[in-house]
């Protein structure tokens, strides 16, 4: 019997050593797995944020050259004083705290400087012959190949270390200046050494694999290397492993082979532990992947699983879909910098509001979902309320005031979707109807909405009645505005049904667009204008001149020999036809767009960019593009008293034009408290119901005659 116990002990030792080996293998199996994915991850998390970051950092930095490139090539070297200079320094915002200084230097000799901590000190620097080698080396290769060459870092004669961005100038090949654009070091350098944690090294490297910024030596084991996409520079930035981190991997590996040694309990305790700090860091990743880096509020990953959960619960609720008003605007003209500070700011407010019942999320740019876990509607509209009252003041943003509104389509669960796709899609069907009429408010989903889009198909199925000569061209007077005299004509495309009422002419435009059928429609416009234009000419002894919008499709080389040879069919002064660009798309690609306006400009036609300041284009496009008028959108002019945004965009759409020599034109002038407003800011013409809307040809030939009488 003893031996029989002797036995089964030793079978149950053997057993347990069995069972507990085989736990432990699998224990180490695991731990080695999670060891492997969490140093996997950890690298990619941090190679991801040092990439964006220096990314983000030069594209900053050569964005800023930019601008000081655009005003220097817009003004003109010879032309800048130090008044000037200093104007253009007030106003423009360099952001972030790594910018030092810049400077101008014609001939390689500083004239105008900035500093904000050492004055005008420099100014008379010679670069071209500075005592210093390195400075003269580098001066002499930006110029010589033409491109942007960084110094340093070293110490600054106004103190500090830094890097000296120099970007030459030239005008038709020959040299007339230098940028030189410096940056606090230290800052730059915060990552390029390794993160605190000592996982990896982050530098830049020129061409040649040569360092520009940071201490690793480019290796060919090199763990991650990628081409930076900037205009002026052939940079890489690359990313090593710390020899520091690698030891603390094969350490921890060794730690846990040697633990095969150890007690069951002790391998279990360790085991654990590391279980526990890694399941840590896993859950830390995923809080990065579901929150928006920029606002922290909750992302469309994190909406769609909580939504889903509550639709899959039976959960009734309200989704409402938000979109700022008219907030390119603060990204067009102050820029994306000071709109992602507004985007963050108005996400801390909406933060205040969440709670059990109300959750915020950001779906994308400046819309956001907010869901209402409640039944009544009462309480909904309550909660909107709170929303909107955010709204009511200014956002201060760097001591700058700015008013901006949200509209906001709401929808219920069940009744007016089935799925989150479905409650998205009608939600921003009635976010759209609030903005195309009313904005700064929020309203529910209607039938009538679907109403609506049934009205979409049967307004495409009646387009498709009508060809393109049953467009009429109607004419609107544009009127000096010194003199009140008219000077010439818009003209407008406009169809009629069969019972005599007016299509709506954006609606037309849009749809011809997504079917192709545009620059058909642009070329009927044209003719007719030449057609107008002829017999105005021969009745009258003034001259007047014509203009017409072009869609940014027919913009092309086929359309422009086009108005070629209409225009010397009819052998007319091409100087006497405005042809206008939509500004609200945008020059996708400004060398192309500058060759086609040219070879407009080359027949002899004058160009105007309609609509401007309402899409994205950049103010240094008006250096760049061939344009003779600037037609602003009324859209301003209607909201100057109540907004002060508007006005201030006004007057600095107005002195800019007259700096580039440009004639402004506004539009949808109604009453003479504006046209008084236009006249004081002073803009050459204008157009509007003050004057006159747009009429058929015969009754503007009466408004002609009228004209020619007053002489």
Same mark, same amino acid.
């Given at each position: 019997?003893?031996?029989?116990?002797?036995?089964?002990?030793?079978?149950?030792?053997?057993?347990?050593?069995?069972?507990?080996?085989?736990?432990?293998?699998?224990?180490?199996?695991?731990?080695?797995?999670?060891?492997?994915?969490?140093?996997?991850?950890?690298?990619?998390?941090?190679?991801?944020?040092?990439?964006?970051?220096?990314?983000?950092?030069?594209?900053?930095?050569?964005?800023?050259?930019?601008?000081?490139?655009?005003?220097?090539?817009?003004?003109?070297?010879?032309?800048?004083?130090?008044?000037?200079?200093?104007?253009?320094?007030?106003?423009?915002?360099?952001?972030?705290?790594?910018?030092?200084?810049?400077?101008?230097?014609?001939?390689?000799?500083?004239?105008?400087?900035?500093?904000?901590?050492?004055?005008?000190?420099?100014?008379?620097?010679?670069?071209?012959?500075?005592?210093?080698?390195?400075?003269?080396?580098?001066?002499?290769?930006?110029?010589?190949?033409?491109?942007?060459?960084?110094?340093?870092?070293?110490?600054?004669?106004?103190?500090?270390?830094?890097?000296?961005?120099?970007?030459?100038?030239?005008?038709?090949?020959?040299?007339?200046?230098?940028?030189?654009?410096?940056?606090?070091?230290?800052?730059?350098?915060?990552?390029?050494?390794?993160?605190?944690?000592?996982?990896?090294?982050?530098?830049?490297?020129?061409?040649?694999?040569?360092?520009?910024?940071?201490?690793?030596?480019?290796?060919?084991?090199?763990?991650?290397?990628?081409?930076?996409?900037?205009?002026?520079?052939?940079?890489?930035?690359?990313?090593?492993?710390?020899?520091?981190?690698?030891?603390?991997?094969?350490?921890?590996?060794?730690?846990?082979?040697?633990?095969?040694?150890?007690?069951?309990?002790?391998?279990?305790?360790?085991?654990?532990?590391?279980?526990?700090?890694?399941?840590?860091?896993?859950?830390?990743?995923?809080?990065?992947?579901?929150?928006?880096?920029?606002?922290?509020?909750?992302?469309?990953?994190?909406?769609?699983?909580?939504?889903?959960?509550?639709?899959?619960?039976?959960?009734?609720?309200?989704?409402?879909?938000?979109?700022?008003?008219?907030?390119?605007?603060?990204?067009?003209?102050?820029?994306?910098?000071?709109?992602?500070?507004?985007?963050?700011?108005?996400?801390?407010?909406?933060?205040?509001?969440?709670?059990?019942?109300?959750?915020?999320?950001?779906?994308?740019?400046?819309?956001?979902?907010?869901?209402?876990?409640?039944?009544?509607?009462?309480?909904?509209?309550?909660?909107?309320?709170?929303?909107?009252?955010?709204?009511?003041?200014?956002?201060?943003?760097?001591?700058?005031?700015?008013?901006?509104?949200?509209?906001?389509?709401?929808?219920?669960?069940?009744?007016?979707?089935?799925?989150?796709?479905?409650?998205?899609?009608?939600?921003?069907?009635?976010?759209?109807?609030?903005?195309?009429?009313?904005?700064?408010?929020?309203?529910?989903?209607?039938?009538?909405?679907?109403?609506?889009?049934?009205?979409?198909?049967?307004?495409?199925?009646?387009?498709?009645?009508?060809?393109?000569?049953?467009?009429?061209?109607?004419?609107?007077?544009?009127?000096?505005?010194?003199?009140?005299?008219?000077?010439?004509?818009?003209?407008?495309?406009?169809?009629?049904?069969?019972?005599?009422?007016?299509?709506?002419?954006?609606?037309?435009?849009?749809?011809?667009?997504?079917?192709?059928?545009?620059?058909?429609?642009?070329?009927?416009?044209?003719?007719?204008?030449?057609?107008? *234009? !002829?017999? &105005?000419?021969?009745?009258?002894? $003034?001259?007047?001149?014509?203009? +017409?919008?072009?869609?940014?499709? =027919? @913009?092309?080389?086929?359309?422009?020999?086009?108005?070629?040879?209409?225009?010397?069919?009819?052998?007319?002064?091409?100087?006497?036809?405005?042809?206008?660009?939509?500004?609200?798309?945008?020059?996708?690609?400004?060398?192309?767009?500058?060759?086609? *306006? !040219?070879? &407009?400009?080359?027949?002899?036609? $004058?160009?105007?960019?309609?609509? +401007?300041?309402?899409?994205?284009? =950049? @103010?240094?496009?008006?250096?760049?593009?061939?344009?003779?008028?600037?037609?602003?959108?009324?859209?301003?002019?209607?909201?100057?008293?109540?907004?002060?945004?508007?006005?201030?965009?006004?007057?600095?759409?107005?002195?800019?034009?007259?700096?580039?020599?440009?004639?402004?034109?506004?539009?949808?002038?109604?009453?003479?408290?504006?046209?008084?407003?236009?006249?004081?800011?002073?803009?050459?013409?204008?157009?509007?119901?003050?004057?006159?809307?747009?009429?058929?040809?015969?009754?503007?030939?009466?408004?002609?005659?009228?004209?020619?009488?007053?002489?």
């Amino acid at each position: 019997m003893r031996e029989k116990r002797i036995i089964a002990k030793n079978i149950g030792f053997i057993i347990g050593t069995l069972i507990a080996t085989i736990t432990f293998f699998i224990g180490v199996f695991f731990v080695m797995s999670e060891n492997m994915e969490s140093r996997k991850q950890t690298l990619e998390l941090e190679t991801s944020n040092n990439v964006n970051h220096y990314n983000l950092v030069l594209h900053t930095i050569f964005h800023n050259i930019l601008v000081i490139e655009t005003y220097v090539n817009t003004v003109g070297i010879d032309n800048i004083t130090q008044e000037s200079f200093d104007d253009f320094v007030e106003f423009i915002n360099f952001e972030g705290e790594d910018f030092v200084s810049f400077s101008i230097a014609p001939s390689g000799i500083i004239e105008f400087y900035y500093s904000k901590d050492f004055g005008e000190g420099l100014i008379g620097y010679d670069l071209v012959n500075d005592e210093r080698e390195y400075v003269r080396t580098a001066v002499e290769y930006a110029i010589d190949n033409k491109v942007i060459v960084v110094n340093g870092p070293f110490e600054l004669i106004q103190g500090d270390k830094g890097l000296v961005f120099r970007k030459p100038l030239f005008d038709e090949d020959e040299f007339v200046g230098l940028i030189n654009f410096v940056v606090d070091y230290d800052l730059l350098a915060e990552s390029f050494n390794s993160n605190d944690a000592k996982t990896i090294y982050t530098s830049i490297y020129d061409e040649n694999k040569g360092i520009v910024f940071g201490d690793a030596e480019y290796t060919d084991n090199i763990h991650y290397y990628e081409k930076i996409d900037l205009e002026y520079v052939n940079w890489s930035i690359g990313i090593q492993i710390s020899s520091e981190f690698d030891r603390s991997e094969i350490l921890k590996s060794a730690y846990l082979g040697s633990g095969f040694t150890l007690l069951y309990l002790l391998i279990m305790y360790l085991w654990s532990n590391y279980y526990f700090k890694t399941r840590a860091l896993l859950s830390y990743q995923n809080t990065l992947i579901k929150y928006d880096n920029l606002t922290s509020l909750p992302n469309r990953r994190l909406l769609n699983e909580e939504t889903n959960q509550l639709i899959e619960d039976g959960v009734p609720f309200y989704l409402g879909f938000g979109d700022l008003d008219n907030f390119k605007n603060i990204n067009d003209v102050l820029g994306h910098t000071i709109g992602d500070q507004y985007l963050s700011f108005v996400a801390k407010q909406f933060d205040k509001l969440v709670e059990n019942n109300l959750r915020i999320y950001r779906w994308g740019g400046d819309e956001f979902i907010f869901v209402f876990i409640t039944e009544e509607r009462d309480s909904i509209i309550a909660k909107l309320d709170n929303i909107f009252d955010i709204f009511k003041t200014p956002f201060d943003i760097n001591g700058s005031k700015h008013q901006i509104s949200i509209s906001v389509g709401v929808v219920h669960y069940p009744n007016d979707g089935a799925n989150l796709d479905e409650l998205i899609k009608h939600a921003d069907i009635v976010m759209y109807d609030i903005k195309a009429q009313y904005k700064n408010t929020y309203s529910f989903f209607e039938e009538k909405y679907l109403v609506e889009l049934y009205q979409k198909i049967e307004f495409q199925q009646k387009l498709d009645d009508y060809q393109i000569s049953d467009f009429e061209v109607f004419l609107q007077p544009i009127i000096d505005v010194k003199t009140n005299e008219v000077k010439g004509f818009e003209g407008l495309s406009r169809l009629f049904d069969k019972d005599g009422k007016l299509i709506p002419t954006f609606a037309v435009i849009k749809r011809y667009e997504q079917d192709g059928k545009i620059t058909n429609l642009d070329k009927h416009v044209f003719h007719q204008i030449c057609k107008y *234009l !002829n017999h &105005i000419n021969k009745e009258c002894e $003034k001259e007047y001149f014509l203009t +017409f919008n072009i869609s940014p499709l =027919s @913009l092309n080389n086929d359309y422009i020999e086009y108005l070629r040879r209409t225009v010397n069919s009819y052998k007319i002064n091409p100087k006497l036809i405005i042809i206008e660009v939509i500004e609200t798309l945008g020059f996708k690609d400004i060398r192309i767009s500058i060759e086609l *306006l !040219n070879k &407009i400009k080359d027949i002899g036609f $004058k160009i105007a960019m309609d609509d +401007f300041g309402m899409g994205y284009s =950049s @103010l240094s496009y008006l250096a760049k593009l061939p344009f003779d008028i600037i037609k602003i959108d009324k859209s301003f002019v209607q909201t100057y008293e109540s907004d002060a945004f508007n006005k201030t965009i006004l007057r600095t759409i107005q002195e800019i034009s007259e700096t580039l020599n440009l004639e402004t034109l506004v539009e949808g002038i109604e009453t003479q408290k504006q046209l008084d407003f236009v006249l004081d800011l002073g803009t050459n013409y204008y157009q509007g119901y003050l004057h006159s809307k747009p009429q058929r040809f015969d009754e503007i030939m009466k408004i002609i005659r009228k004209e020619e009488a007053k002489k």
